[in-house]
């Protein structure tokens, strides 16, 4: 026999079946869920299971030819980490240069980063490190791969316009950016141009730039 729910209750108590559904909902609230089909795999797996592996040698042989390297893939390929990775293991973190990656966003810094040191084994901060405002978790000594927002960019372009310490900079997710026209555009490319200048390189070692969308 079917339990008799009231339609009406007392003003100031609880609804019949809420309290119920209060606890059901609460169940598991707060935990993040994250999809990986290849979560059994070791950590290297997972990085030749990626799109980007299958054209690793192609890229690393345009970096080598060209200054600007445009790459297009869709989201979630591997484009912001595992190009770096490519990078430094072909040697562009060689003689104390870095890999600069940048970043339309904050959080984007901090989580990208913290993937590419667990699939590196390294310590957050150390090979591996991010910039952001009001939060530096980089190594000037030891630090390799950095992953930093435009701002920080900017930040580092007014102490050193040429980037010395930079190899190669990748500027990821550009379609996310400001309008082009906007001061946060034009400031940090014109910048970016100047540091590519074959003048320049001439008397260095060239600072290249990726445009990954």
């Not at 290849?38 to 799109?51: D, H, K, M, T």
């Not at 060209?66 to 591997?78: A, F, R, S």
């Not at 959080?107 to 009001?134: D, W």
């Not at 990821?172 to 003048?199: E, I, K, Q």
Request: aromatic share 8%; hydrophobic share 35%; with cysteine.
């Amino acid at each position: 026999m079917a339990k008799f729910v009231p339609k009406f209750w007392k003003p100031g108590t609880e609804g019949p079946g809420i309290h119920e559904e209060r606890e059901q909902l609460s169940e598991g609230s707060g935990e993040a869920v994250v999809y990986n089909p290849n979560a059994s795999l070791s950590i290297q797996q997972q990085r030749q299971r990626l799109p980007v592996f299958r054209y690793r040698n192609q890229l690393l042989y345009l970096v080598e030819k060209y200054q600007t390297v445009v790459i297009v893939g869709e989201t979630g390929c591997g484009k912001s980490t595992q190009i770096p990775q490519y990078l430094l293991e072909a040697g562009w973190g060689a003689e104390g240069h870095v890999i600069g990656v940048t970043q339309p966003r904050r959080v984007a810094c901090t989580t990208v980063a913290n993937r590419v040191a667990e699939e590196r084994g390294a310590v957050l901060g150390h090979e591996v490190g991010y910039s952001i405002r009001f939060d530096n978790c980089s190594d000037p000594e030891a630090t390799r791969i950095k992953f930093l927002t435009d701002g920080m960019l900017v930040r580092e372009m007014m102490a050193d316009p040429l980037l010395r310490k930079y190899s190669r900079v990748l500027c990821g997710r550009p379609t996310l950016r400001f309008p082009v026209g906007n001061h946060w555009t034009n400031l940090p490319a014109g910048s970016l141009l100047r540091a590519t200048c074959p003048a320049k390189a001439s008397r260095r070692r060239r600072t290249t730039v990726e445009m990954v969308s």
